[in-house]
T-cell receptor
């Protein structure tokens, strides 16, 4: 079964700062990779996904993520965050038809 | 399109009591999932249905948890009897066909507190 690691569970930063959230996974086979976001009081929503092709994928709201196969990583980035990006971010890995989540990163953006 | 509907939003029960959660997936979605999210952790898959058949229930504590999706649409998740460690948010999700290119759509969840 696959496992997903996310570091720095709590992140606090100011508006316009850059954000990078790390995600590493362990799984020997082919994987699909996702980042989900949960805004306060809302349900989990898909932010972006990687299935194949260009390892740099762009999602909604200016987010992007890069799949580095040799490092088993799928880090999420945003060059300039806004207060509205305050949320919890989950990396997820789908292998053998099962979707496994990391523990999440709680991101707080200070205006 | 209407999203995944779950009820109730909140539930407080005492240990050893029973509880049931209900989920109505997006219309036309064949695959339905129940996840458990304990505070400070990511969602953990409990059970996955394809139509009314179980695809994966390997992480479901079957001594106390049960789930059904009798007509391949709505689903219920039951805990009997509940333990303190069952306190969590129970998320229902659905996808069109469970395939690799079929993203999950989540409901708002049911927050269970066991006292």
């Amino acid at each position: 079964a696959q496992s997903v690691s996310q570091h720095n569970h709590h992140v606090i930063l100011s508006e316009a700062a850059s954000l990078e959230l790390g995600c590493n996974y362990s799984y020997g086979g082919t994987v699909n990779l996702f980042w989900y976001v949960q805004y306060p009081g809302q349900h989990l929503q898909l932010l972006l996904k990687y299935f194949s092709g260009d390892p740099l994928v762009k999602g909604i709201k200016g987010f992007e993520a890069e799949f580095i196969k040799s490092k088993f990583s799928f880090n999420l980035r945003k060059p300039s965050v806004q207060w509205s990006d305050t949320a919890e971010y989950f990396c997820a890995v789908k292998g053998n038809n099962r979707l496994a989540f990391g523990k999440g990163n709680q991101v707080v953006v200070i205006p | 399109e209407a999203g995944v509907a779950q009820s109730p939003r909140y539930k407080i029960i005492e240990k050893r009591q029973s509880v049931a959660f209900w989920c109505n997936p997006i219309s036309g979605h064949a695959t339905l999932y129940w996840y458990q999210q304990i505070l400070g952790q990511g969602p953990k898959l409990l059970i996955q249905f394809q139509n009314n058949g179980v695809v994966d229930d390997s992480q479901l504590p079957k001594d106390r948890f049960s789930a059904e999706r009798l007509k391949g649409v709505d689903s219920t998740l039951k805990i009997q009897p509940a333990k303190l460690e069952d306190s969590a948010v129970y998320l229902c999700a659905s996808s069109l066909d469970g395939g690799e290119n079929s993203p999950l759509h989540f409901g708002n969840g049911t927050r269970l507190t066991v006292t």
